[in-house]
Nanobody, 124 residues
Framework: QVLPVESGGGSVEAGGSLKLSCQAS?????MGWLRQAPGGEREGVATINTGGVPHYADSVKGRFTISRDVDKNTLTLQMNNLKPEDSGTYYC?????????????????????WGQGTLVTVSS
């Protein structure tokens, strides 16, 4: 299967902003962003279905915005007011199931597929 491809990671100081992008292929009713800090477990950051309904982890609410273009099969994550604890590898994930997007936020490894990841580093 063709995996999603992420771009846009980088290094930024605390309080700064970054925008991540993802190009996916195939039918993906639910898409999302996951992240994994060094030595940590993969966690859900945000998910969004084809209707544009987003779900966010509590740690990023009010700071991150997820959006998607269903026709182009692309996904973005606008990250503002970044904190050092936001550092990690960010993965774009996709799933064929439409009705479990909120569930996938809490069980991110249940996504059908995810990309190679892009590194985000936030310095204090």
């Amino acid at each position: 299967q063709v995996l999603p491809v992420e771009s846009g990671g980088g290094s930024v100081e605390a309080g700064g902003s970054l925008k991540l992008s993802c190009q996916a292929s195939g039918i993906n009713f639910c898409m999302g962003w996951l992240r994994q800090a060094p030595g940590g477990e993969r966690e859900g950051v945000a998910t969004i279905n084809t209707g544009g309904v987003p779900h966010y982890a509590d740690s990023v609410k009010g700071r991150f915005t997820i959006s998607r273009d269903v026709d182009k099969n692309t996904l973005t994550l606008q990250m503002n007011n970044l904190k050092p604890e936001d550092s990690g590898t960010y993965y774009c994930a996709a799933d064929r199931s439409e009705y479990r997007c909120s569930y996938l936020l809490t069980v991110p490894d249940a996504f059908d597929k995810w990309g190679q990841g892009t590194l985000v580093t936030v310095s204090s």
